[in-house]
């Protein structure tokens, strides 16, 4: 029993971690640098590098997907176990 509990709560522990880590970090990673310098007649030139988007780690839309069609099929046999069930009782 400790065995099952303990997977449990590392796949709860797991999922939440990535959840937390997709939403409060993500934004750019990189940042914005100008430098301003000089070209061979004496006007400033200045150079910027892009900032770089952080990816999340987890695709939420498609973990979103994929649960609600799995309790639809859960709901589904659900549903369709309880009527075997009358059936059979009557």
């Known amino acids: 029993m400790r065995l099952f509990l303990?997977?449990?709560?590392?796949?709860?522990?797991?999922i939440s971690v990535a959840y937390i880590d997709d939403?409060?970090?993500s934004g750019t990673?990189?940042?914005t640098t100008a430098t301003v310098a000089?070209?061979?007649n004496g006007h400033p030139?200045?150079?910027t590098t892009a900032t770089t988007t952080r990816r999340p780690l987890?695709?939420?839309?498609?973990?979103?997907s994929d649960w609600r069609d799995?309790?639809?099929?859960?709901?589904?046999?659900?549903?369709?176990?309880?009527?075997?069930?009358?059936?059979?009782?009557?």
Do not use: K, P, Y
């Open 38 to 40: 000089t070209d061979a």
């Open 6 to 14: 303990g997977i449990i709560l590392g796949v709860l522990l797991t």
């Open 70 to 90: 799995f309790t639809l099929r859960a709901r589904q046999t659900w549903n369709w176990l309880s009527g075997e069930l009358r059936n059979s009782r009557t």
């Open 58 to 64: 987890v695709n939420w839309d498609v973990v979103d």
């Open 45 to 47: 030139a200045t150079t």
């Open 23 to 25: 939403h409060i970090g």
């Open 29 to 31: 990673s990189g940042t």
